[in-house]
């Protein structure tokens, strides 16, 4: 899969997954999240294996963290208050950097792609700069989410 591909697809599914599932309830919100989880794992495992960068099990990283905290906030209060205990909240965090590193894994150019050094894929550093800070983004928002429905 060439990379302006692999941007073209997994940047609406990535906005999708961590945004529609919010606006749903119960088993409407999980089944919204597992298509789309999939559909996200598809297109980083098919960018992954054909970009020799990363192993392609290492794709399943991209959709834990965003599929995870909608899993969970729609199982309810309890699993929630569990998810908010400082390991988990350390944890969850690791999976959000984890999910970062991955998408970055993937944006690396093919030397079909790009000749030369990284430093000068423009493509590259733009993409990553935005994946950082969407991720980051991603990362806060879920814990402010689970803080605010337990009242904390």
Request: charged content about 10%; overall charge positive; aromatic content about 16%.
């Amino acid at each position: 899969m060439k990379r302006l591909h692999f941007i073209y697809f997994a940047a609406p599914l990535t906005v999708a997954l961590n945004s529609l599932p919010a606006m749903l309830d119960g088993v409407w919100s999980i089944a919204l999240t597992l298509v789309l989880a999939v559909a996200l794992w598809g297109v980083y495992w098919i960018r992954v294996y054909t970009n020799k960068k990363l192993r392609p099990e290492f794709a399943v990283m991209a959709i834990v963290p965003a599929a995870s905290f909608h899993i969970l906030r729609a199982a309810g209060g309890a699993y929630q208050a569990i998810f908010n205990a400082p390991g988990w909240q350390n944890f969850n965090f690791f999976l959000w950097i984890a999910s970062i590193v991955v998408t970055i894994r993937a944006l690396l150019p093919t030397p079909q792609e790009h000749q030369g050094r990284l430093a000068t894929d423009s493509v590259l550093i733009f993409m990553s700069i935005i994946s950082a800070f969407y991720g980051i983004f991603c990362w806060a928002g879920t814990h402010a989410s689970f803080l605010n429905q337990i009242n904390i």
